[in-house]
C-alpha cells in the first residue's frame, strides 16, 4: 500500500517559525546532509507563525535584561515552567531576532533614533516585544521561506504526516508514514532524525483562533508512540474573539489585545459593563482572569445574539478608533460590524497550548532520533504563555533542533522500520473506507466543540470533566463506525477532516485527564471545586503516557518561589 519510498537524513514536520528556523540551521551546519520540510499545507503559507500579530519577546534594550524577561516568563507560568528550557528561551532570543534581521532579512519597526521599536505586552515588566506592525508573522516566515527555497532543501508540501515509525527493535524512530493530500497515496519517509514541529494547536474548542491546517496531529502522534506530554490541561484562552455567527471561519479570529488597552470596554447582553465587579484592573486584567469573568457572565444567560457579549469603543471617539486600529476596524466592518462607532460582538478563543511533548534543552525526547520544537512541545511557558513568547519559543528551540540534529546524525545511520508499524498505520486510515451508510461528520465536530466548551474549557469541576472522558470516548467510538461517501483519495477533505478529527479527540482526552488530575487552580488551569492555586513551592507538573497521569515535582534549578534573579525587587 505504500506508493513510494523516500530517503532523507533530517525530516522536519511542519514548516513554521519552529520547522523553518530548523530546516535552515541543520543545511547550515551540515550542507552535505539532505534536509527535507514536509508540510500538511504550501510552504510559507499555513501554521500560526505567519499569523502572528503582536511580535517577538526579547531583551534587547540596554535597561532590560534576560534575568529580567526570565523572571516575567516564570511567574507568567506561575512557576510551572522547566527553568532550563525557559532559560534558554531568554537567552537565545537574542541570538535569533538578530540572526532574524540581519542574516535573514526581516524589516522590524525601529525607533526615531534607530533603535529596534519594543512595545509593551500585558504580564512584562518591561517593553520587549518586537514588532513589524501589527503583521509581524508574515514578515518573519516571509523571509525565512525565501531563504529555505533558495537553497538545497527538499519539500513534500500537501503530505500529511499520520503516524511516526519506529524501527524493527521500537527503541528509536526509523521514519514517518504521510498521506500525499494530492494523490492520496501512502508515502514512506525514512529519516535518521525527524523533528516534529507540527504546531499543537487547540482547535478542538467551539471558538479558536489557529490556522485550519492545525489539528494537534504531531501531539496525537507522538502520544501513539508512548511519548510523555506534560502540562496538557494549560490551554490558553484569549479574551477577545470575533464572534460573526457559525458559519463563517472569521469567528473565534483574535480582536487584539490593544483594543482592551487602550480603553475599551466589555459589555453583557444587557449591554453594562461588568468587568469591574470581578477585577480592580476591569478590561486591563489579564488575559485569563478577562476570559474567566466573559464566561461567567455568558452562563448567567445575558449574552448578544450569537451567544456572546460585546465590545465597545465608541466612548473613545469614532476618529480616534479608525486611527489607532484601522485593520481591527476593517476586520469588523468585514462581518457587518462598527468597531469604531457601534459594538462588536466577542467571544473568549482557544489560542495557544502550554502543553507538549516532554524535552530537554537540547530538543532530544524519550525516543532517540526524534526532536521536538515550537508549539508541539511542552515546558518553556508553564501554566500560561506570555504575549511575545511564542514566536520567539518556536524560532529559539526550532533553531537548537536543527543544529543537534545536524551533528547527531553526522554518527546515525539509517535504520529500517517496523513494518509492522506502517501496515496498522495505514489500516487505521483506511478505517473510513469500509462502506456503510454515509453520513455528515459535522454532527461530530460540533459534539466535539460543545463537550470541549462546555467541560473542559474556561471553567472545568470534577463532575464535567468526568461527563467529557465518557462523551469523548463515545464520540472517538462514533468516528470509527463513520464512512466516508465514495472512495476517491485524491484531495478527500473529509477524510482528513476525519483524521483531523481522530486527533483532536485523541488529544482532548488528554486535555481531560491531565485537567482532572490537577486539583487546583493555577495559570490557565480553574477548577470552580479547587479555585485556589496551592503551593507554589510544591509545584508539581502533570506528565500524561498512555493515558495515564502522573504528577511530578516542578525542579526550580535556578529559582525559587519568593527569590527572584534581580537585584532589586520591587
Ligand atoms: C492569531 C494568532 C496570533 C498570534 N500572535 C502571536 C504573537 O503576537 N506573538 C507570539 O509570540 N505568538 C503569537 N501566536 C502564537 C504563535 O503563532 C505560535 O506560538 C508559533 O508561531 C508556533 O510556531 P510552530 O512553528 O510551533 O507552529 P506553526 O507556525 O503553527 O506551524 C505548524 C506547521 O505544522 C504543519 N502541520 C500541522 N500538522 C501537520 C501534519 N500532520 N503533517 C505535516 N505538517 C503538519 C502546519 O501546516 C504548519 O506548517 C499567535 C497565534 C495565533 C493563532
Same mark, same amino acid.
Given at each position: ?406 551533528? +547527531?546524525?553526522?554518527?546515525? @545511520?539509517?535504520?529500517?522500520?517496523? /513494518? $509492522?508499524?506502517?501496515? !496498522? &498505520?495505514? %489500516?487505521?486510515? #483506511? ?66 477532516? +476525519?483524521?483531523?478529527?481522530? @486527533?483532536?479527540?485523541?488529544?482532548? /482526552? $488528554?486535555?481531560?485527564? !491531565? &485537567?482532572? %488530575?490537577?486539583? #487546583? ?50
Amino acid at each position: 500500500m505504500v506508493a513510494k519510498t523516500l530517503d532523507t537524513d533530517i525530516l522536519i514536520l511542519g514548516s513554521g517559525g519552529a520547522g523553518l528556523f530548523a530546516a535552515l540551521h541543520a543545511h547550515k551546519a551540515a550542507p552535505e546532509l539532505s534536509v527535507t520540510v514536509a508540510v500538511k499545507g504550501l510552504l510559507g503559507k499555513c501554521g500560526c507563525t505567519r499569523m502572528v500579530q503582536g511580535g517577538y519577546n526579547v531583551a534587547l534594550a540596554r535597561e532590560d535584561s534576560i534575568e529580567r524577561h526570565f523572571m516575567d516568563t516564570i511567574q507568567g507560568g506561575a512557576w510551572l515552567s522547566d527553568q532550563e528550557l525557559a532559560w534558554k528561551l531568554v537567552v537565545l532570543a537574542v541570538e535569533r531576532i538578530k540572526e532574524l534581521e540581519n542574516e535573514l532579512g526581516c524589516f522590524f519597526d525601529r525607533n526615531p533614533d534607530g533603535t529596534v521599536h519594543q512595545k509593551a505586552f500585558a504580564g512584562q515588566t518591561f517593553d520587549r516585544t518586537v514588532h513589524k506592525g501589527d503583521l509581524t508573522g508574515i514578515e518573519i516566515i516571509n523571509r525565512l521561506a525565501e531563504q529555505v527555497w533558495a537553497r538545497n532543501i527538499g519539500r513534500l508540501e500537501e503530505h500529511r504526516a499520520v503516524e511516526l515509525i519506529k524501527d524493527s527493535s521500537g527503541k528509536s524512530i526509523a521514519g514517518v508514514l504521510f498521506i500525499d493530500m494530492r494523490t492520496g497515496e501512502y508515502v514512506f519517509v525514512r529519516a535518521k532524525a525527524v523533528l516534529l514541529a507540527t504546531g499543537g494547536g487547540p482547535t478542538m474548542y467551539r471558538y479558536h483562533t489557529p490556522s485550519g491546517d492545525k489539528s494537534c496531529d504531531g501531539l496525537a502522534m507522538a502520544m501513539r508512540a508512548g511519548l510523555p506530554l506534560r502540562d496538557m490541561e494549560m490551554v490558553q484562552f484569549h479574551p477577545t474573539g470575533l464572534l460573526a455567527g457559525p458559519h463563517t471561519r472569521m469567528t473565534g479570529t483574535v480582536l487584539e489585545e490593544g483594543l482592551r488597552g487602550a480603553g475599551g470596554y466589555l459589555l453583557n447582553g444587557a449591554k453594562e459593563r461588568f468587568m469591574p465587579r470581578y477585577d480592580p484592573k476591569a478590561e486591563r486584567a489579564t488575559r485569563d482572569l478577562v476570559s474567566r469573568a466573559m464566561f461567567t457572565e455568558m452562563r448567567k444567560g445575558s449574552v448578544s445574539p450569537h451567544g456572546g457579549l460585546y465590545l465597545a469603543m465608541s466612548h473613545l471617539g469614532a476618529p480616534e478608533v479608525r486611527r489607532q486600529f484601522k485593520g481591527m476596524v476593517e476586520r469588523c466592518a468585514d462581518c457587518g460590524f462598527d468597531l469604531a462607532g457601534g459594538m462588536v460582538e466577542v467571544v473568549p478563543t482557544a489560542h495557544y497550548m502550554m502543553g507538549g511533548v516532554e524535552f530537554a534543552a537540547d530538543c532530544t525526547t524519550a525516543l532517540p532520533g526524534l526532536y521536538v520544537a515550537g508549539e508541539d512541545s511542552g515546558g518553556v511557558h508553564g501554566a500560561n504563555r506570555l504575549g511575545g513568547n511564542g514566536v520567539a519559543n518556536s524560532t529559539v528551540f526550532g533553531a537548537v533542533a536543527g543544529d543537534e540534529m545536524a551533528a +547527531w546524525v553526522k554518527s546515525a @545511520s539509517q535504520r529500517e522500520p517496523d /513494518r $509492522a508499524a506502517i501496515d !496498522a &498505520a495505514i %489500516a487505521f486510515c #483506511e478505517r473510513p473506507f469500509r462502506g456503510g451508510p454515509a453520513v455528515s461528520l459535522e454532527p461530530m465536530r460540533e459534539r466535539l466543540y460543545g463537550v470541549m466548551w462546555e467541560k473542559v474549557g474556561i471553567l472545568r469541576d470534577a463532575a464535567s470533566l468526568q461527563q467529557a472522558q465518557s462523551e469523548l470516548q463515545s464520540l472517538d467510538a462514533a468516528l470509527d463506525g463513520y464512512s466516508i461517501p465514495g472512495a476517491a483519495r485524491e484531495f478527500n477533505l473529509t477524510w482528513h477532516d +476525519w483524521l483531523n478529527l481522530k @486527533s483532536l479527540v485523541a488529544v482532548s /482526552r $488528554a486535555i481531560t485527564l !491531565a &485537567a482532572a %488530575a490537577r486539583r #487546583e487552580s493555577r495559570g490557565a488551569h480553574f477548577r470552580s471545586d479547587f479555585p485556589e492555586s496551592g503551593s507554589l513551592e510544591n509545584s508539581t507538573f502533570t506528565s500524561i503516557r498512555d493515558m495515564t497521569v502522573s504528577m511530578k515535582p516542578v525542579v526550580f534549578s535556578r529559582v525559587a518561589p519568593g527569590q527572584s534573579l534581580l537585584r532589586h525587587v520591587a
